[in-house]
């Protein structure tokens, strides 16, 4: 017998100190046929196991984070592990101030990882001045990795025309963030995260009017104005459409993202937001409205 010991830490980290705790390792046969034993990582994201001197095949699982599908270890005397796991919460970021770094992983309509998928990026709005530079060439061609993961970066601000091999010829119009992250999958098919609003309460008397700037915020972080096709330049300045809960107390009328909120008779009621774009299907799915803004009618 051998006392064999899994640490698993976390990829970010080249120092290889970030313990990751509370990973679920699986042991199998070579073959990966009969499973043999299982144990949790503790606090310094260890987990050790007694075995036959034998080769095994071993799985690690944690939700939230990403390890190789299968270790194959040779165990001919006491042994240690390093395995290393990928937080998917995380955003590396961008290196350089113009630029964004993109990152995310592709699966397929089972669930699983889908390696070596091109993503074909075309720049719409070039010639393009990005930090004091102008971009020579217009064409990014990326391929995901043997775990599916993708990691790039584009221009911050700039719009780009994207084909993702899975999906055949279809072409999604994007706009990068001003950020030094964002994920893929919000990259190319965002949803109105939330409002950004000026107050979360607003006073009026009644027959009195007030004006509202508001801001449509996609969960990549791009705040608008919003390119309104590939093939202009006239911008959508909001992608959320507002309404008054009770026009009886209160009507609100909008233009682009400014709100006229008038006041008709006392009482209270609620400026509700719902997005004026159908967001790609989800699961768990997306809630169909917003925050709201409070309003007290005198």
Same mark, same amino acid.
């Given at each position: ?14 120092? %290889? ?141 700039? %719009? ?121 299907? %989800? ?16």
């Amino acid at each position: 017998m051998a006392s064999v010991t899994f640490y698993t830490y976390d990829s970010s980290d080249e120092t %290889r100190e970030t313990q990751v705790p509370g990973v679920t390792v699986f042991v199998f046969t070579e073959d990966g046929t009969t499973f043999i034993d299982s144990g949790n990582t503790d606090s310094s994201g260890e987990v050790v196991f007694e075995l036959p001197v034998e080769t095994y095949w071993v799985r690690f699982f944690k939700a939230g984070f990403s390890f190789a599908k299968k270790l194959s270890v040779v165990i001919e005397e006491d042994s240690i592990f390093d395995v290393a796991g990928q937080d998917l919460d995380a955003r590396p970021p961008a290196t350089q101030a113009n630029l964004c770094r993109v990152s995310g992983f592709l699966i397929g309509a089972a669930g699983q990882r889908l390696p070596d998928v091109t993503i074909d990026l075309m720049l719409t709005d070039y010639v393009r001045i990005s930090g004091g530079m102008a971009t020579g060439n217009a064409k990014v061609l990326i391929s995901s990795d043997g775990q599916g993961y993708v990691e790039f970066d584009l221009l911050r601000g700039a %719009r780009y025309d994207v084909v993702v091999e899975s999906y055949g010829e279809q072409v999604f119009h994007v706009m990068v963030p001003d950020l030094p992250a964002t994920g893929f999958t919000e990259l190319v098919w965002p949803y109105v995260a939330y409002v950004d609003v000026p107050s979360s309460t607003v006073t009026l008397a009644a027959g009195d009017d007030v004006e509202i700037t508001i801001n449509s915020v996609l969960s990549s972080g791009l705040v608008g104005p919003y390119p309104k096709n590939p093939d202009s330049d006239r911008l959508t300045v909001c992608l959320v459409s507002a309404k008054s809960s009770d026009p009886t107390v209160a009507t609100v009328t909008q233009k682009d993202n400014v709100l006229t909120v008038v006041g008709v008779s006392p009482g209270e009621c609620e400026i509700q937001f719902a997005p004026s774009i159908a967001p790609a299907r %989800r699961f768990p799915a997306l809630p169909t409205s917003l925050n709201v803004i409070s309003l007290t009618v005198t």
